[in-house]
């Protein structure tokens, strides 16, 4: 006898996607901060539209400037409506860093059935002080040490020593975004990466070629940043 149970999406795993952005005061000049809303809501519809029949990407929004926020909590891209961010304030991103590694820790939050996790990271300045245990712990012990890692420096202010301990051991290069093109770019970069993981056969297997499905070369390693000005950088 038919049942439809047994067709049924009852055993559709999360592929947990956590944003750490910098929302801090520097993000409000040169058109920043809107240039990140863009390129997460660009993210957030593509991933929407990927469909997969046991995978689904959820994600997860912790900023941090002035304070730390979980500005979205993890969702499944279809289902979230964005609010953009606004910048204000200081750079606590290691507090961030603490809320990140709680929630990927804790297993009703980040299911032990989830695939790995993709942890991005985004800044445009020095953060403020207190940064270095919980960064080291995040990547040094437990599930958050396991996660694919991705990082970007916003303009020639980043502290880009502190986004290289985050990716340290991933394989990723630190890529950096003088521009709205190059930060969305980088986002596509991301996006891309992770829709080729819920199409493989080996979902928690990291692609870390920084040319996957890529449509042009603006987007570089942050070694390899022209150093001469131009209009509209940051």
């Not at 952005?21 to 957030?44: C, P, R, Y």
Request: aromatic fraction near 6%; charge should be negative.
């Amino acid at each position: 006898m038919f049942n439809p149970k047994k067709f049924t999406a009852g055993n559709v795993k999360p592929l947990p996607v956590y944003l750490l952005l910098d929302v801090s005061g520097s993000m409000s000049t040169d058109g920043k901060i809107e240039a990140l809303n863009k390129a997460v809501v660009q993210m957030i519809e593509t991933f929407a539209d990927e469909e997969v029949v046991d995978a689904e990407i959820h994600v997860a929004v912790i900023t941090f400037g002035g304070k730390v926020s979980l500005h979205q909590q993890p969702t499944k891209a279809a289902n979230i409506q964005w609010v953009n961010m606004n910048a204000t304030g200081s750079t606590p991103m290691g507090k961030a860093l603490e809320m990140a590694k709680a929630m990927i820790e804790d297993k009703e939050v980040t299911s032990g059935m989830a695939y790995r996790p993709v942890m991005v990271l985004v800044s445009d300045g020095m953060p403020d002080s207190g940064w270095e245990r919980p960064l080291h712990e995040l990547v040094s012990s437990g599930r958050s040490s396991k996660c694919d890692r991705m990082a970007m420096a916003i303009g020639r202010d980043a502290h880009k020593d502190v986004l290289n301990k985050f990716i340290e051991g991933t394989g990723r290069k630190l890529f950096f975004a003088e521009n709205a093109k190059q930060l969305h770019e980088f986002f596509n970069l991301v996006t891309m990466s992770t829709i080729v993981r819920t199409r493989s056969k080996d979902r928690n297997q990291v692609v870390v070629d920084p040319e996957i499905m890529m449509d042009s070369a603006s987007v570089r390693p942050a070694s390899q940043v022209q150093s001469d000005d131009e209009e509209g950088y940051w």
